[in-house]
């Protein structure tokens, strides 16, 4: 971690010296809790007047990215909002060079870059307010499965919610901050019961077993006893649907929700092989004999269901 300034820029140096500190965060190399350097050891390392960084240290500490600790020093704060993990920040940091390698091809400097962006996100000028996503599922595997998928569809930032902690997260201060819910229809009336009375759009969509998982079944000799492991009980009677909705009568098949264990342990010694949901899949290789196949399966969001999400999000736009 290197600091640098740019005094030939218009841009203020105690500016400079905080959004760094912000990129640090974002790029990992600063951590909660890292200690930061010292005021006076910090402007003399970059040959600027010391009180510049403690400008840049108390506005920092107003926005509770950094906390000061008497008689110990500059902290970064430990109570920072949930890390949006490593892949997504990194995305983030490739998605700032593309801007700016377009900016260049079109005949832009990056401060003319800088200057749209600050206009449009700061000062709202020729920028319209994104429709904000909230996608909600009952299982943090499956959350972090559907939430990439979907940005991808729809192509805007999707937050990822438990239903655990969907009412806490829909409370009085942070409901302004969701326009519309998104979730499968397993979970849409639990949805429907904490969101609507907040007068919060919910949309469920269909969500449906991987057709690679479909197919390979279909290639199953006849008679194959093949036993399901699914992460809870309405799952279990989903797959059942799903299944018999997909013709699949040529093997002979079980379904088990997990937490069942004596079921699981009989199921277990009596077929050919086991498929386990994306959920709990690595628990139950641990629990299969030696020498039966495991096989993972998960469900992907219906196509057409995405589609009425895109066309809503559109017309909201």
Known sequence: MEFQLNKKTEFPIYQQLKEQIKYFLLNGDLQPGTKLPPPKDLAGYLRINKNTVIVA????????????RHGQGTYVSEDLPPDPGFKRKQALIELAREALERARELGFGAEDLFTVVFSQTVLGL?????????????????VGFYVPALEKEIRMPVEGCLLADLADRMDDKAAPEVDVV????????????????????????????????ILR?????????LGFVCGTEWSTEAMR?????????????ECIPYDDREALDRM????????????????????????LTVMEFGNVLEQGGVELLRKFLAERD
């Open 57 to 68: 240290y108390k506005e920092l500490e107003k926005e509770g990215v950094i906390v000061t």
């Open 126 to 142: 020729g920028y319209t307010q994104p429709v904000r996503v909230l996608f909600v599922e009952c299982n943090s595997v499956d």
């Open 182 to 213: 998104v979730t499968t229809f397993f979970h849409v009336e639990d949805v429907k019961a904490i969101c609507e009375p907040m007068e919060k759009k919910v949309i469920a969509i269909m969500a449906a077993p991987e057709m690679s998982v």
């Open 217 to 225: 079944l279909g290639q199953l000799p006849p008679g194959t006893k």
């Open 241 to 253: 649907g799903s299944l018999g909705a997909a013709g699949i009568r040529h093997i002979d098949y």
């Open 268 to 291: 277990l010694a009596r077929v050919d092989i086991v498929a386990g949901c994306r959920s709990v899949v690595d628990e139950v290789r641990k629990l299969v004999p030696e020498g």
